[in-house]
């Protein structure tokens, strides 16, 4: 068995299409599996949140004077 890696930009219409080619294909198909990891960006949001690295706002308000907006 072999493990291929693809990174897809889902904003991408061809992109998209292929995408659900390769799920659809998966269902049908015993054989081939399709998992989804998160991007690295979510990846290190897990670790930052383990880490009690978080931001944190009372309210939607606060939040946006904490952004300066």
Known sequence: MCTITLKI????????????YVEDF?????????????????????EDAKNGNLHTAKDSDDLFRQLGT
């Not at 930009?9 to 659900?20: P, Q």
């Open 9 to 20: 930009d889902e904003s991408d219409s061809k992109a998209k299409e292929f995408l659900l």
């Open 26 to 46: 998966a269902k049908k198909n015993d054989f081939v599996d399709v998992l989804h990891t998160p991007n690295d960006e979510t990846l290190k949001s897990f």
